[in-house]
């Protein structure tokens, strides 16, 4: 197998190499990986997640280098497990589920660690803002935390005040809102019933508003 990442850094694939496989769904291209094992079908989907993914461990972990580590071990586990992927589901609370199950150990190995991150590990690509998006997930028609962050001070404080959040909340609130999972796929990444992410995801809420 490959190494996904390079030494010190998160690997940056060039587009060109795999414009033909653009239109494929993540699903074809790991049941076409299984059958095939071309790795530049491997390749497209690691390309596709490197941002969103080590983003999302980067929030869960609150240390860039094991989050670099953990999205490693997460591919590698798609590719070994790769068999394992039934014809039907989704792919993406798939590989978010083998990422947060690794993302917990190392917590668990590393728990003396301050939790603390830099937030330039994880911007949004294309210059994209990911702090105006909440809304859709709020209960009721109460303006979001977010949607009174409109200056990089307010928004830098939003931000330390999601890191004040119990680990369960931020776990809720990293999944549907920063990466935009369904409550449903959250709950399949979590491995927690429906209506817990939902009330989670309310709890958090409320709690922003009022740090």
């Known amino acids: 197998m490959y190494k996904i990442v390079e ?11 795999f414009d033909s496989f653009s239109e494929w769904s993540d699903e074809d291209l790991l049941l076409e990986y299984r059958l095939t094992s071309r ?25 860039a280098e094991d989050a670099e580590e953990v999205f490693q071990s997460a591919f ?31 917590r668990r190995q590393r728990r003396n660690l301050p939790n603390v991150y ?13 702090s105006f998006h909440l809304t859709q997930f709020l209960p009721g028609s109460d303006p979001s935390p977010f949607d009174y962050a409109d200056t990089k001070e307010q928004i830098e404080r939003l931000h330390r005040a999601i890191a004040e959040l119990p680990q369960p909340l931020r776990a809720v609130l990293n999944v549907v809102y920063f990466q935009g999972l369904s409550y449903r796929e959250a709950a399949e990444v979590l491995d927690l019933p429906f209506g817990t992410i939902k009330t989670r995801l309310g709890i958090a809420f409320k709690k922003l508003k009022h740090l």
């Open 7 to 17: 030494t010190g850094t998160m690997r940056e694939t060039s587009r060109q190499q």
């Open 39 to 63: 790795r530049e079908l491997f390749e497209e989907l690691v390309q596709r997640y490197e941002r969103p993914l080590f983003a999302y461990l980067c929030r869960s972990i609150g240390n």
């Open 118 to 130: 830099n937030e330039s590990d994880f911007e949004s690509n294309e210059g994209e803002d990911d």
């Open 76 to 106: 590698m586990k798609v590719h070994l497990k790769s068999e394992q992927f039934e014809e039907g589901r989704k792919f993406r609370p798939w590989l978010y589920r083998i990422a947060t199950n690794i993302a917990i150990d190392r």
